[in-house]
């Protein structure tokens, strides 16, 4: 996958591949020993253990401490606390990834006034603005992930017929440009697929929204969710019902890797590379520190992953082997399917 995107406000992307540290840099960062804490909307989600990951390595191979890693459980007033106390820590910089626009922009930009540097992942709260609010924002490629999915997602719809989304009801830039560039690419190859929507505010209404969106609209031939957890709440609660529809997603996180090979209902996934991200965030930051120019917008592509590439997808992703369950699960499959043709 391509870059397609733009950055918060309009910014071409910087591939974090083209961020590196020179031998001279990499030396003064590892002889100033800088401290680094991270917020994050949760820690306990495979996206967010990944960045985690990428982070933690990445700066301790440069001598940066993680001293902190805050989980803001979703919670606005939690981020925007955490983002006040830190401000008046001895902490050089904080990587955060903002939950809400509005409401914790201002807590964002204190942070930078006290002194401390601010690198943002995914999203840029309303009114803050590169180089003077914040060093950098670093994302996966969220426009074209949505694109991806639209795509895959295609191959199940039916000419005429109507594809779902379940949209985040919080206002958030990552899952806005994956669902706008979803209806885009619809717009323009699927002009037949009617779309319709309904959104949830917190992953427990995942699932009854994608029960509610199948009720409302008979001949819903599929699913698009705009990340892998909410998707996998509305797997199981459609399967409760007797329902079995095409799904298409955002991260490869452990449970879509394994409903993807089990061949069910999840058809294909725009995956992110966590790791990697949190990897890039952590040298902007360094070079921040250092005061060196750092881009407004670093952006990674993701890679689509389909049901016979989930292997082979998720060491790439995870920089891990696949779980034993996932391989176990991919080659019944593939014994199953050639029993059927054997017949």
């Known amino acids: 996958m391509t870059i397609a995107g733009l950055g918060p406000h309009g910014e071409r992307a910087v591939p974090a591949d083209q961020l590196q540290l020179t031998e001279t840099n990499a030396a003064e960062v590892r002889a100033r020993r800088f401290s680094v804490a ?19 390595a990445t700066l301790g191979l440069y001598s940066a401490a993680l001293v902190e890693v805050v989980d803001c459980n979703f919670d606005v007033n939690l981020q925007v606390a955490a983002l006040e106390r830190l401000a008046r820590e001895p902490v050089d910089a904080v990587i955060s990834i903002p939950i809400g626009n509005a409401r914790v922009a201002e807590a964002h930009r204190a942070l ?37 999915c639209a795509a895959m997602l295609s191959a199940h719809i039916p000419q005429g017929g109507a594809a779902g989304i379940l949209g985040y009801g919080i206002d958030f830039f990552a ?7 979803f209806r885009k690419w619809m717009g323009t190859n699927r002009p037949d697929v ?11 209404g ?8 199948v009720e409302k609209t008979p001949g819903l031939s599929g699913i ?33 890797a394994l ?16 790791h990697d991200q949190g990897s890039a965030a952590a040298r902007v930051t360094l070079a921040a520190l250092l005061g060196l120019p750092v881009p407004p917008w670093v952006a990674l592509a993701g890679r689509e992953v389909t049901p016979s590439d989930v292997i082979e997808a998720y060491q790439v992703i ?14 019944a499959a593939t014994a199953a399917q050639d029993a059927v043709g054997e017949d």
């Open 224 to 256: 698009f969710a705009v990340w892998d957890v909410p998707a996998m709440k509305a797997v199981r609660v459609l399967a409760q019902h007797g329902i079995d529809l095409p799904i298409t997603t955002v991260d490869l996180g452990n449970d879509v």
């Open 318 to 331: 995870w920089h891990l082997p696949a779980p034993k369950a996932i391989i176990d699960s991919v080659r």
């Open 206 to 213: 995942a699932g009854p929204a994608a029960l509610t969106m």
């Open 112 to 148: 930078t006034q006290s002194g401390r540097k601010l690198v943002l992942l995914d999203n840029a709260p309303t009114g803050l603005l590169p180089g003077t609010d914040y060093a950098s924002v670093v994302s996966t490629d969220n426009f074209g992930l949505g694109q991806s």
């Open 259 to 274: 409903d993807m090979a089990r061949h069910g209902m999840i058809k294909g996934v725009g995956a992110q590379l966590p």
């Open 38 to 56: 991270v917020i994050l909307h949760t820690t306990t989600s495979d996206w967010s253990k990944q960045e985690l990951a990428g982070i933690a």
């Open 194 to 204: 009617t779309l319709v929507r309904e959104r949830f505010a917190d992953l427990d």
């Open 175 to 181: 899952t806005h440009e994956r669902e706008i560039a």
